[in-house]
């Protein structure tokens, strides 16, 4: 990065092992890190809940969707475990802020700029002009499809575990937050899921038919939770209870899947 460029970002420490760096314009993550009630303690408080209580465990984790790499920096810092990651970003812009954050890290964690869907290969746009919000899908954002970013390439979660994580011991941790893409993402990680992964996935609020779930509740032999305000785990065994989670339209949920065979059970039901 040039002297001119480092002039232009803020530089974040998350904890003693874990550095983030961001545009000083970026109107995302200036919100974040200075909203006057310290939003970013409660920033996806229940990602966070589950990757600290899950330091010890000997898993990989599988970052979809990683925008600048936040949660790929902190995934892969000695407080939460240093876990194996791979961060995985569509859009050009963005990844080069994620190789930013790679380089201000040590390199720990693999960068790949790729398009998370159902097929390997393929080549989409991106729509958008808002760096968390780059969506493959026109009526994500239609007031911004002038704005886009073409040929990019796709891939499946399970192609990404083959590529990078062929010894893995333990089912991976997979945070799956791709812009209305989701349903696409987790048939594209069907295996990953099958070995018992935990996948943690956003239904946004935009979405009032809750898509998302309905199509995870519709998977055999498999649970969900969802970590509230209170830092209590909640099972949902029903649409209803995602309808009475879901209440704000501009903002995304993160909800806990996972076969109920899978070792990432005993995280919810412990």
């Known amino acids: 990065m040039s002297d001119v460029a480092a002039a232009r970002m803020v530089s974040v420490v998350l904890n003693e092992d874990a550095r983030f760096l961001y545009p000083k314009d970026d109107p995302y993550w200036s919100e974040v890190f200075t909203w006057p009630q310290g939003r970013y303690g409660a920033y996806e408080r229940e990602i966070n809940w589950a990757l600290l209580r899950a330091a010890e465990r000997p898993y990989a984790t599988i970052d979809a969707g990683a925008n600048y790499g936040f ?115 987790i048939k594209g990680s069907r295996r990953l899921v099958d070995e018992g992964a935990l996948l943690t996935y956003e239904d946004h609020g935009k979405e009032t ?42 903002v995304g949920y993160n909800f806990f899947a996972y076969r109920r065979s899978s070792p990432w059970s005993s995280l919810f039901e412990g």
Do not use: M
């Not at 890290?105 to 159902?118: E, I, P, Q, S």
């Not at 958008?128 to 990019?152: A, F, Q, T, V, Y």
């Open 71 to 185: 949660w790929s920096i902190l995934a892969s810092s000695a407080p939460y475990g240093r876990h194996s990651t791979i961060a995985i970003e569509p859009s050009r812009t963005n990844f080069e802020h994620l190789l930013n954050n790679a380089k201000a890290n040590g390199n720990r964690f693999h960068t790949l700029c790729r398009a998370v869907l159902d097929e390997s290969g393929k080549r989409v746009t991106l729509y958008g002009k808002r760096p968390g919000g780059l969506s493959l899908r026109k009526d994500w954002h239609p007031d911004e499809i002038d704005n886009s970013e073409e040929n990019i390439e796709t891939i499946t979660l399970d192609a990404v575990a083959d590529r990078y994580l062929q010894n893995r011991r333990y089912p991976v941790l997979i945070k799956l937050d791709v812009e209305g893409s989701e349903i696409a993402g």
């Open 209 to 250: 038919t809750h898509p998302v779930s309905r199509f995870v509740l519709s998977l055999d032999d498999v649970d969900i939770w969802s970590v509230g305000a209170n830092q209590q785990a909640t099972r949902i065994t029903a649409i209803e209870q995602v309808a009475a989670i879901k209440t704000n339209p501009r």
